[in-house]
């Protein structure tokens, strides 16, 4: 049974950089059949996808749109888990920020999440 | 302003069918396949409807999903109690080097 837990802090002051990781059990960070996402939500902006990373013989990361210029998603093999950076945070990037698995064998459709870690920007 | 839109809210009764739509564009919904999330209240959201109809193991029959050019629906049939939650339809979007876009969300209350 593939399980992700999000960890990181809580709380993270405007400007600096805020670090979440997820953990993977179950299913292996490399392996050529997912992709490992994160997710935020919050109430003013919804859902937002905020960017993947996947192995295919070597490692390739996407980003999303409004997070483009701030993001790095990173995977550490020796401990089976993927990370996100967001550098120069605002109150806006307070949001529930959610790691997902997309599976190539239904287009990657996102079909395990993790339980979500919540994160306030505030001085 | 979501990529994708959906209504803020529908309703219906018990054993009811209630349909939730999805709007995109040419870049999103016209090209790929739509996917359908439920959320319930303080959990993380569930993969409902993927590949352009296919149910996970454990999701109900009574959930079906179409697709019409720029647009994409979720119909719930014999509604229960239970289906009150929170709807996302999201898919892949093509321009600009390509990411996610998700809807904004539609709240279905079981009167």
């Known amino acids: 049974q593939v399980q992700l837990q999000e960890s990181g802090p809580g709380l993270a002051k405007p400007s600096q950089t805020l670090s979440l990781t997820c953990g993977i059990s179950?299913?292996?960070?490399?392996?050529?059949?997912?992709?490992w996402n994160w997710i935020r939500q919050s109430p003013s902006r919804g859902l937002e996808w905020l960017g993947r990373?996947?192995?295919?013989?070597?490692?390739?990361?996407d980003y999303g749109l409004s997070v483009r210029s701030r993001i790095t998603i990173d995977a550490d093999t020796s401990k089976n888990q993927f990370s996100l950076q967001l550098k120069s945070v605002t109150p806006e990037d307070t949001a529930t920020y959610y790691c997902?698995?997309?599976?190539?064998?239904?287009?990657?459709?996102?079909?395990?999440w993790g339980q979500g870690t919540k994160v306030t920007v505030s001085a | 302003q979501s990529a994708l839109t959906q209504p803020p809210s529908v309703s219906g009764t018990p054993g009811q069918r209630v349909t939730i739509s999805c709007s995109g564009s040419s870049s999103n919904i016209g090209q790929n396949f739509v996917n359908w999330y439920q959320q319930v209240p303080g959990e993380a959201p569930k993969l409902l409807i993927h590949?352009?109809?296919q149910r996970p193991s454990g999701v109900p029959g009574r959930f079906s999903a179409s697709k019409s050019g720029t647009s994409a629906s979720l119909a719930i049939s014999g509604l229960q109690s239970e289906d009150e939650a929170d709807y996302f339809c999201a898919t892949w979007d093509d321009s600009q080097d390509g990411h996610v876009v998700f809807g904004g969300g539609t709240k279905l209350t079981v009167l």
């Open positions: 590949t352009g109809g």
């Open positions: 997902a698995r997309g599976s190539i064998a239904i287009y990657e459709a996102f079909d395990i």
């Open positions: 990373t996947y192995y295919r013989s070597k490692w390739y990361y």
């Open positions: 179950g299913d292996s960070v490399s392996s050529i059949a997912v992709v």
